[in-house]
């Protein structure tokens, strides 16, 4: 096989053409068909009053605290004036991404961590905090539920069954590979402005998260606040919240909540370039995140050719 592109050419014409230069012309194709590619924002907005669990305190607050009036001042800085302000906010606020840490078993982290004083800190974990989350920059999938089952969003706290993905899967005709993230749609992301009726959201039933284990992803995400379908407890393991359990303290398998996933659905698309990078809170059990999915337009035939 050999590589084929406009810049190979160039390369080729300017007699410079080696290994080397075949990896800077793939590098400029690539490049240009990135900057081509259409861009989804998976990312909800931030906002005072935005959909959260009661349970995390103090809820989301942004504030000004210094102002343009309190920093203009002609004689010392010209007409220049500068504002900041202050965030509040549990870690699990809004879209984000969990830490590892964020989960136990038996009080035991992912790797027989223990629990221990050592590990868990008043100022947060020293081990698998969400410091320790590397970048995504891989496939994304797209198994929109909500589509399947014929409705504009799931019902009111639907536990979605190992039945129902298998069921989007093969209905969008889309095979799942290892190592990428598998996001889920229930259809309450467009109702994000309305904290009551997102707090009702669909999630994963017990059966559902096996399913995805057996997919080998490296994350997985939603449109909800929890994953998993609220109040849902696994006959075998008792637990609640199963996929926390079972993906995340159990596998290491990452979980993003909270994500926009309108957009991706109204245009049809369920496979992308999955790019995410979790803020570096140092021992925090999740990292806020603005998650993208790109669409990129390529064919093999452009690079390659036997």
């Given amino acids: ?69 309190d920093t203009y001042n002609p004689a010392q800085s010209g007409p220049r004036s500068g504002a900041t302000g202050a965030i509040l906010a549990p870690d699990h606020s809004g879209t984000h991404v969990d830490a590892i840490c964020h989960q136990a078993d038996e009080l035991k982290l992912m ?52 039945e129902d993905l298998e069921g989007a899967m093969k209905a969008q005709g889309r095979l799942l590979m290892p190592g990428g993230v598998i996001l889920i749609r229930t259809g309450y992301g467009q109702f994000w402005n309305d904290a009551a009726k997102y707090a009702q959201a669909a999630g994963l039933a017990p059966d559902a998260n096996r399913w995805i284990l057996a997919k080998h992803p490296r994350a997985v995400g939603a449109d909800n606040l929890a994953w998993d379908a609220p109040g849902v407890r696994d006959e075998t393991t008792g637990a609640t919240l199963f996929g926390h359990l ?16 309108e957009e991706l659905a109204a245009q049809h698309v369920d496979h992308f370039l999955f790019l995410a990078a979790p803020l570096k809170l140092k021992g925090a059990t999740a990292a806020p995140v603005r998650p993208l999915a790109l669409e990129i337009q390529m064919q093999s035939s452009e690079f390659m050719q036997p």
């Fill in 111 to 162: 790797g027989q961590v223990a629990v221990a004083p050592g590990v868990e800190t008043p100022s947060g974990f020293t081990q698998l905090g969400a410091e320790t989350i590397a970048p995504f920059v891989t496939q994304g999938f797209l198994l929109d539920v909500a589509h399947f089952k014929g409705a504009p969003a799931l019902a009111e706290n639907y536990a979605i069954t190992a």
């Fill in 246 to 261: 079972e993906l995340l303290a159990r596998n290491g398998i990452y979980i993003f909540e909270n994500l926009n996933l």
């Fill in 1 to 69: 096989m050999s590589f084929q592109s406009p810049f190979r050419n160039m390369f080729a014409r300017e007699g410079i053409f080696s290994e080397a230069g075949a990896q800077a012309a793939l590098s400029m194709e690539l490049a240009m068909k990135i900057e081509e590619a259409k861009i989804y924002d998976l990312e909800q907005p931030r906002f005072a009053g935005m959909p959260a669990f009661p349970v995390l305190t103090p809820q989301y607050h942004y504030g000004l605290h210094r102002r343009h009036a």
